[in-house]
């Protein structure tokens, strides 16, 4: 929330100027044990020169994924017409990424404990 209120606090120096990948997933816990990965997102997160998440930009995509997803219900197209518009298609694919297999079992592994994490009490 830090980062979408651009607060000073949430600034990335690290990483400014850059294109970074995120990946957010939802756990099912057990007694307060992560059992199992229920949803995965992955979005691309434009950092600005000054180490601020891009807001902007980042709205901009969610609002093109949520287009898609209503297109196919919103419009009919039209008969003989030989032209899509797939502007918003290519907006909400720059803000997304899919890992391949490999990479995907260890952020998995990673969310569910299995990995040691050198920052947190995860995995230990």
Request: glycine share 6%; charged share 15%; hydrophobic share 50%.
């Given at each position: 929330m830090r980062m979408l209120r651009q607060e000073d606090i949430a600034r990335l120096p690290d990483f400014a100027g850059q294109r970074i990948r995120q990946a957010s997933l939802?756990?099912?816990?057990?007694?307060?044990?992560?059992?199992?990965?229920?949803?995965?997102?992955?979005?691309?997160?434009?950092?600005?020169?000054?180490?601020?998440?891009?807001?902007?930009?980042?709205?901009a995509q969610q609002m093109a994924r949520v287009g898609?997803?209503?297109?196919?219900?919103?419009?009919?197209?039209?008969?003989?017409?030989?032209?899509?518009?797939?502007?918003?298609?290519?907006i909400a694919r720059g803000g997304s990424w899919e890992p391949d297999e490999r990479l995907l079992r260890q952020i998995d592994a990673a969310a569910l404990?299995?990995?040691?994490?050198?920052r947190c009490r995860v995995g230990r």
């Open positions: 939802l756990v099912e816990l057990a007694n307060r044990i992560p059992v199992r990965v229920l949803h995965r997102t992955f979005s691309i997160l434009d950092i600005g020169a000054d180490g601020l998440l891009d807001v902007a930009r980042l709205n898609d997803l209503w297109a196919p219900a919103l419009q009919a197209p039209a008969p003989g017409a030989p032209v899509v518009d797939a502007a918003s298609r290519f404990g299995h990995l040691p994490c050198p």
